[in-house]
C-alpha cells in the first residue's frame, strides 16, 4: 500500500505542474487585462466553459447504450456494443437529462454569447476559433446524432463501388449486407435525390476504406467538418462586405447549434454542400462570378438547392441598375455555364442525370413536421370522416403542390427585389421557404437558408434565426414516441427528478458560478506562481 501511495503521489507531482501551466494560461487569455486584474474573467473563458460542458453532455448522454438518440448497433460506431435486450429506465432517464440538458444549457450559453458579441463591438473572429475547436471536439467523438442518415450515404457509396446506379435503386438491392442493416429502414427501397458529386465521392470513400462501414462513417464526418470549417472562413468575408460584425456573423452562422449538432455530429451531406455555397456567394460578390457559378454549381451537384446561389449570381453579374429584364440574360448564361460543369460532373462520374427525377424521392416520406404535409394529412382525415370521396393521397399531393407553389412565387419576388432586401438575405430567405413549405422539414435542410441569413441578418431577422436555430434543435429528435413511453410509465419520482434538473438548467445562473469559480482558481494559480 505504500508503494502505491508512493506511485500515485509522485504521478500527481509530475501532472500537476502542467494543469496548473493550462490553467494560467486559459486565465490569462481570457484576462482583460491580466497584469491589473488576474481575477478579472473575460466573458469568453466562462462561455468556453459551459460550452464545453454542455456539448459534452450531450456527448455522453448519446453515447450511452439506451439511448435512442443514436445508433447502437455492432459496428455503427467504435464504442457501439448493440442495445440491449432490456432497456434500463435509469439509463434512459439519464440520457434524457444528460442531452436536453445539454441542449438547454448550449442554447442559454450560445444566446449569451452573441449578446456580449453585440455589445462589445469589434472583437476578432480570431477570439471565437478556439471556442469553435473546444466545442466541436464531442461532436467528433459521439456517434452519429439525431439520424441515421450517413449510414444511408455508406449504402449508396456501397452500390456506386459496384457500378449500381442509386438513382434507379435503394439500398435494398445489397441484400442483408451490413451496409444495409445499417441504413435508415425508410430509404432502403428508395433511389436517392443527391447529386452526382457527393455519390460519385461516397462510392471512392467506400473503396478507399475497403468496404468498411465504420471507416467510411468516420471519412464522411471529417468532410461534413471541412464543409463547416470552410464556410466559417468565408463567413466573415460576406459579412463585412455588408458592413456587418464578422464575429457576430460567426457566432450566429457556424457556432450555431444546427450546425454543430446536426451538419457535424450528424455527418450531413449538407455540410459539404455549404461548404462550397458559402465560398462560391463570397466569391462572386469579391468581383469573380465564374469561379462562383462553379462553385455553387458543385454544391448543387451535391444537393441541387444550391443552384439558386447561380440564378442570384446571374442576376447580379452586371449591374444592379439595369431593367429587369435586361438581368434574365445573364441569368440564362449562368445556368447555361452551370449546366455545362453539371454535365462534366454527371459524365466523369458515370452516373448521368438520374437524380433529377429521384428530386421527389424525400416525398415519399409523411412526416407531420413539415406544414404542407401536416395540413394535406388533416385534410384528408376530415375528408374521410365527412364521407366526402376524397382520395387522402390527392389532398397531401395538393396541399404539397400549393406550399412548392407559394414558395416558388415568394422566391421570384424576393429574386426581383433583392436590390432592396440584399441578395444574401432573399436568398437565405427562399431556401428557408422551400424547406419550410417543402414536403419534408428536418433540422439539417434548415442549415442551408438558416447560415446565409445569419451571416447578414441584424434585428428582427436575427431574431428569427435565433428562434428557428432554437426550435428545429427539439423538432424531430428520434425516440421521442419512446422517451414519452418511459415517462408515462417510470415512477413519478423519476419524472419529477429529471423535471427539475431540466429546470434547474434552464433557469440556474451558472454564469456567476462560473466566473467565481475561475476567480478563485486564478488567485490560487497567482499565489502558486509568486511563491
Known sequence: MDNTSETGGALLDTIEPPIRKVWATLVSLGTRDSATSPGSISPLVWTTV?????????????????????????????????????????DIFLSLVMVYGGLLLFLRVWIDLIRWLEGNGGIPVSKLIPIFILWVMPMLIVPP??????????????????????YSYGPGILGGTKFLNLADPRWQNAPTPYGPLVLGMDGMIVNLTGHSVLGTVVIMRALALIGVVIAAMFVPRIARRFGRDGSIAFAVAILNPVTLFHLVGGAHNDALMIGLLVPGIALALEGRPILGIVLCTLAAAIKAPAEL??????????????????????????????GVIMAIVSWATGLGW????????????????????????VLGKIAGFLGLGASKHALLSISRALGLMV???????????????????????????????????????????????AVVATGKLRKIVLFLSVAVCFIGLPGAYQLLDFLIHANIVSILASLAILVLVLTTPLKGWVRRIMSWRARQVGEVGST
Request: hydrophobic share 45%.
Open 50 to 90: 459551459l460550452g464545453c460542458l454542455s456539448t459534452w453532455s450531450i456527448m455522453i448522454g448519446t453515447s450511452i447504450n439506451s439511448s435512442p438518440f443514436t445508433l447502437h448497433a455492432p459496428g455503427s460506431w467504435f464504442f457501439s456494443t448493440g442495445s440491449p435486450t432490456q432497456q434500463s429506465n435509469h
Open 145 to 166: 446524432l439525431f439520424s441515421k442518415d450517413v449510414y444511408s450515404y455508406a449504402a449508396q457509396g456501397e452500390m456506386v463501388s459496384h457500378g449500381i446506379s442509386p
Open 309 to 338: 446561389a447561380v440564378v442570384y449570381i446571374g442576376w447580379n453579374w452586371t449591374s444592379t441598375r439595369l431593367p429587369n429584364r435586361e438581368r434574365v440574360k445573364p441569368v440564362i448564361a449562368a445556368l447555361a455555364i452551370s
Open 354 to 377: 438520374g437524380w433529377l427525377g429521384a428530386l421527389g424521392t424525400p416525398g415519399t416520406v409523411v412526416s407531420l413536421i413539415s406544414p404542407t404535409t401536416l395540413v394535406g394529412t
Open 407 to 453: 414558395a416558388f412565387v415568394v422566391s421570384a419576388i424576393l429574386l426581383i427585389n433583392s436590390d432592396r432586401y440584399g441578395s444574401v438575405r432573399a436568398m437565405g430567405a427562399s431556401l428557408i421557404l422551400v424547406v419550410l413549405l417543402g414536403p419534408v422539414v428536418q433540422p439539417w435542410y434548415l442549415a442551408w437558408g438558416l447560415i446565409l441569413c
